[in-house]
């Protein structure tokens, strides 16, 4: 969703940064919302138009696997779905850390940079990108986050228990 809180503008100021730290990286925006015509003028300023793919409203989690690098550049959320579907993708994730990140992923299952920090996003991007081990060992690690934290088998037990807690009040 191209929205305000998704910090959309640090995404494509960090991928211009990106444009001399790492040239062969390319990028996609998936989604459409309100401030659509705003990042696109934004990203043509940024002379994006060759690196930057604009997938529209397509099925996000179809593009994972494409992703290097899977970025989430938000401001605020609640608990966002992507970065558990990037999780269970085993993707490498940088993210902003927006109130509450620290309750859904710690700091070796992803990299973790200040909000609307676009130095910040594009060198975790190259940290990334430049050392496929580090890159697989944030994906293997994310991924076991998702198993234990995420999963229908993994989430049970801990709802159970707290209806129990409450029902016995």
Do not use: N
Not at 110 to 132: F, K, M
Request: proline fraction near 7%.
């Amino acid at each position: 969703r191209i929205h305000p809180q998704k910090g959309i503008d640090a995404f494509l100021h960090a991928a211009a940064r990106l444009r001399t730290l790492a040239p062969e990286a390319r990028f996609a925006l998936v989604g459409s919302g309100e401030i659509e015509s705003e990042m696109r003028a934004l990203s043509r300023s940024l002379g994006l138009d060759d690196v930057l793919v604009w997938t529209g409203t397509l099925p996000a989690r179809a593009c994972y696997p494409l992703f290097d690098v899977a970025l989430m550049t938000s401001r605020w959320e609640g608990l966002p779905g992507t970065l558990v579907e990037y999780m269970a993708a085993r993707r490498p994730i940088v993210l902003t850390a927006f109130p509450g990140v620290e309750e859904m992923v710690a700091p070796g299952e992803a990299e973790i940079v200040p909000v609307d920090d676009s130095a910040a996003i594009a060198d975790a991007v190259v940290r990334l990108l430049h050392d496929p081990a580090l890159r697989a060992r944030r994906a293997e690690a994310a991924r076991r986050r998702y198993e234990t934290s995420y999963t229908l088998e993994a989430i049970t037990p801990q709802y159970r228990a707290l209806f129990m807690e409450v029902s016995s009040q």
